[in-house]
């Protein structure tokens, strides 16, 4: 459709039409079936049945035949035949599902993360959906928020490279194709600092540390031509992202150039009333309007409140039309007008739902996610030898992950299923009782295990955390596995059983207790459909483990936040100094860090070059000229193990001399690269402006030449480094 149609479809809506054109609803609403899914203050919203027959979009509704029927019975009665938009949280697969985007981080897999991501857009788009609620690009420092599992990890860059990464794959070059759906990037911004780790609480920093931070994988996405952006629940600066000004116009729209749709997250322009910045839905109404927020999820605060704005002359019908219009623009981008249908289609849902291919993405994209954190010699397994399996995550279907969207138990590979491909009758199980019910430990059945087990030399023990301890509204003060578990693995390991330990959770956890008495550990998040076989394919070593730590893991929840971007200090804990920035009762460094991972094998940096320009700096140090060319460096990796396997190169950057304190580390590229075994290559980066420039105090984007680390290397603790004077 023209621009000028639309217009014209804009001028002759209603206020009513357009207030709810700019009120999304769940189906029930809309068919007057049960209400389901509800949460939040929209209980208390009661909208009238004219009202809801104009609703913009539909929220959580799937399936082929149900969004078809749904769109048809619509639109016959609609007035203006503007078809419905219908939303959904695919976060991680729609009926195939794909390791948990904390996992996908760790793959440092841009390439695999895509093909995942437009594989769900395949399977969404045949189920009916339209815009999928995803990539959720929220840095994240602290554990104790559950839905660190949705984010990359806690870095700027490659929260960025994944989050445009998904955006390529849902949406393709054109998002009006059949087998395509509109990406939303979300919850903007910030959401991932809320205090104390505790769900929807306040988010509070400087613009400094929003910019440099929180903000650059959210505009990676809209770089990567997102379609929507999710506001966040959090306030920043003191204001509810929902209704901020400063977030919302000032960034996204005019110094980022976003011209697609915003939507609130559920309820959340009602609730900047509990936030007190609205007394009432006229006030939270006018706000959300004034900051350019084109579409409310959930509430129903634009019905109640724009035509008395409008009456009272509080705000304008340009401001009104302008959202609408925003709205009507994403239905044609998505090819509605033509199609409301678009790729709906019940027979195709059936052929692509969990298909070998989809299948196979899943199975490599969950191994290449899983990070090795620990091995004495343990792994890989033998294939002939008896091996014990015991742990609430055994023999179970959970291992999908929390948003699993329309994921079924019964699809996914359980690990037991994964090792009896390979072990047979060699395999014997044990104590692999699932969670039940509320109670979030396992009952205690070590004796059995201890019985079962007795011809095993080597116990594989899978234990973690249940679904729903993980992703929204799951904040935990405790990050140790519950006391039963832990009792699994120091008893087998007491009793002269090798320890391997599968963990299965949505967070870094706080393992230490359980360190000692595992002679192997493998964080495999909650890795999706095929989360068995590529257990399997890593214990076994068929896939040398490659993934690489994307958040820290804290040595205990005291020590929360740690991450390895942060700002040294005046006292930096160099020594044992007790005046230094320093605990009495634990290290500064995390149990892991970032970038961490161990494989089958290992890689040995060396000949680090740096190829500068400038000479000698007058203070003797080596100088470049960035404006005669980029800095180029390399180092030579090599694989000095027995085996081929995957290495994840990292570019670090340190800032020495800013004129505001800089990270000691940030991470600015990367390469994955296999190598067999004895092979050796040289890694190349080149390092431009914009890759050493920040936000100063002004809000602008910089560069302030100065002397520079450049560090590469295995991981953030790991590297080589070598000074240089950038000017
Ligand atoms: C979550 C969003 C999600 C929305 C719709 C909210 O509670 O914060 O991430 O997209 O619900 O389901």
């Known amino acids: ?97 794909y390791p948990i985007p904390l996992a996908q981080g760790c793959s440092f897999d841009a390439d695999l993360i895509e093909q995942a991501a437009s594989e769900t857009a395949k399977e969404a788009s045949a189920a009916g959906i339209h815009v999928t609620f995803s990539p959720m690009a929220d840095l994240v420092r602290d554990p104790r928020w559950g839905r660190v599992m949705e984010s990359p990890g806690e870095d700027p860059y490659l929260a960025g490279v994944a989050a445009a ?96 749709m915003v939507i609130s997250d559920f309820a959340a322009m009602d609730e900047i009333m509990n936030h007190c910045v609205a007394a009432d839905a006229y006030e939270a109404g006018e706000k959300c309007l004034k900051a350019g927020m084109d579409m409310e999820m959930m509430s129903g605060v634009y019905i109640a409140s724009l035509e008395k704005l409008l009456e009272e002359g509080a705000i304008t019908m340009d401001e009104i039309d302008e959202c609408v219009l925003r709205i009507l623009e994403l239905k044609n981008r998505l090819g509605l007008f033509e199609n409301p249908y678009k790729g709906a289609d019940p027979e ?77 009758d060699k395999l014997v199980t044990a104590a692999t009782t699932e969670f039940f019910g509320e109670a979030i430990d396992i009952p205690d059945d070590t004796e059995a295990a201890l019985e ?89 070593g068929r896939v040398n483990p490659c993934g690489r730590l994307t958040m820290s893991f804290p040595r205990n929840v005291g020590q929360i936040p740690v991450y390895y971007n942060c700002y040294n200090t005046g006292r930096p804990n160099v020594s044992d100094d007790k005046y230094s920035s320093r605990y009495l009762d634990c290290p500064n460094a995390p149990l892991y860090p970032f970038g961490y991972g161990l494989s089958y094998t290992q890689f040995a940096y060396s000949d680090m070059k740096l190829e500068a320009n400038g000479g000698t700096h007058p203070r003797g140090m080596q100088a470049h000229e960035l404006d005669a060319g980029t800095l180029k460096v390399s180092v030579k990796v090599k694989n000095a193990g027995a085996v081929s396997g995957a290495v994840v190169a990292q570019l670090y950057i340190r800032d020495v001399s800013g004129s505001v304190v800089r990270p000691l580390k940030e991470l600015k590229g990367y390469q994955k690269l296999t190598l067999q075994p004895q092979e050796e290559q040289i890694v190349e980066f080149e390092i431009t402006k914009e890759m050493l420039s920040f936000y100063n105090n002004d809000e602008k984007f910089v560069f302030e030449p100065g002397l520079f680390e450049i560090m590469l290397g295995n991981h953030a603790e790991d590297v080589i480094t070598e000074s240089v004077w950038i000017r």
């Not at 903000?215 to 209704?243: H, I, Q, W």
């Not at 039963?484 to 956890?509: D, S, W, Y």
């Open 348 to 424: 195709l849902e059936k052929e692509l739902f969990c298909c070998d291919a989809h299948r196979e993405t899943a199975r490599k994209l969950a191994a290449e996610s899983m990070v090795l954190l620990k091995n004495e010699g343990v792994l890989p397994l033998q294939e002939g030898k008896t091996i014990g399996l015991a742990g609430p995550l055994a023999s179970s279907g959970r291992i999908l992950g929390a948003w699993s969207c329309d994921g079924r138990i019964e699809d996914s590979i359980t690990i037991e299923r994964g090792l009896r491909n390979v072990l047979g």
């Open 165 to 260: 990464a998904m955006v390529r794959g849902y949406q393709g070059e054109d998002v009006s194709a059949k087998d395509k759906v509109g990406a939303c990037i979300k919850h903007f911004a910030a959401y991932g600092q809320p205090e104390g780790g505790r769900e929807y609480n306040t988010v509070d920093m400087s613009r400094g540390v929003l910019r440099d931070f929180y903000l650059p994988a959210y505009k990676a996405a809209v770089d990567a031509g997102v379609e929507l952006v999710m506001a966040s629940f959090n306030t920043v600066e003191r204001v509810p992202a929902t209704c901020s000004q400063y977030l919302l116009r000032q960034i996204l729209r005019e110094e980022w150039g976003f011209k697609g």
């Open 452 to 540: 079962a087990f007795k011809d095993c030399e080597i116990c594989v023990v899978a234990v973690g955390e249940k679904e729903w301890e993980t992703g929204e509204a799951a904040s935990k003060t405790v990050l140790t596995l519950p006391p039963n578990q832990e009792k699994l693995i120091h008893t087998l390991k007491a009793n002269g059983k090798k320890v391997v330990t599968l963990l299965f959770t949505g967070r870094p956890m706080d393992i230490t207790p359980i360190l000692g008495d595992s002679d192997a550990v493998l964080q495999a998040w909650f890795p999706g459909t095929e989360g068995g076989n590529a257990i399997a394919d890593i214990l076994f």
């Open 1 to 97: 459709m023209e621009r000028k149609d639309l217009l014209n479809l804009v001028k002759d809506m209603t206020i009513t039409e357009k207030a709810m054109q700019m009120t999304q609803l769940n189906s029930g609403m809309i068919c007057h079936t049960q209400l389901t899914n509800l949460t939040g203050p929209f209980r208390e919203w009661s909208f009238t049945d004219e009202q809801v027959e104009h609703a913009g979009s539909i929220l959580a509704t799937r399936g082929a035949e149900e969004i078809m029927r749904i769109q048809k019975e619509y639109l016959e009665k609609s007035k203006h035949k503007i078809p419905l938009v219908f939303m959904d949280d695919v976060i991680h697969g729609y009926r195939t599902i």
